[in-house]
């Protein structure tokens, strides 16, 4: 369930700006989040194999530097911690084929990031916000 204050989110973003938006995006869909921020794949993969209690959920960009978006989502999914731990993939990528490797290595979302402020805002907050929702599993969203 989903209640504010409560969530804690990992984020793999090498890009400044994309964090700040993040933010923005969970603000604005009414989510309160811990975020805990790396600027690469390794330190995330690094952070994330060191027992720390699974976060609620994961964002990783795709082209992340180090180790990229779909090898930290491999190692993600083949951890058993985090089975039940949401991960949506968010780039600039529009490639079907990225999207598609992305969900079948079982990523919650995919998204897109929209070029206005609006969109991104819109986009990123609605696919956290429906990939943290309760209720019966859904099938893998993308904005």
Known sequence: MVR????????A???CPDVVLVKAALRAAGLAAELTVFPDGEQCARYLKAGHEPPDAIILD???PLIDGLELLRAVRRDPRFDRVPVAM???SAQPEDRRTSLNLGASAFIT???SLEGYL???GSAIHAMLAPGPAGG????
Do not use: M, Q, Y
Request: charged residues 15%; neutral net charge; proline residues 11%.
């Open 140 to 143: 893998p969203c993308s904005a």
């Open 4 to 11: 504010p204050g409560s969530l804690r989110i990992v984020i």
């Open 90 to 92: 968010l780039t600039s």
């Open 122 to 124: 819109s986009a990123v």
């Open 113 to 115: 990031k929209p070029c």
């Open 13 to 15: 973003e090498d890009s």
């Open 62 to 64: 795709l082209h992340l």
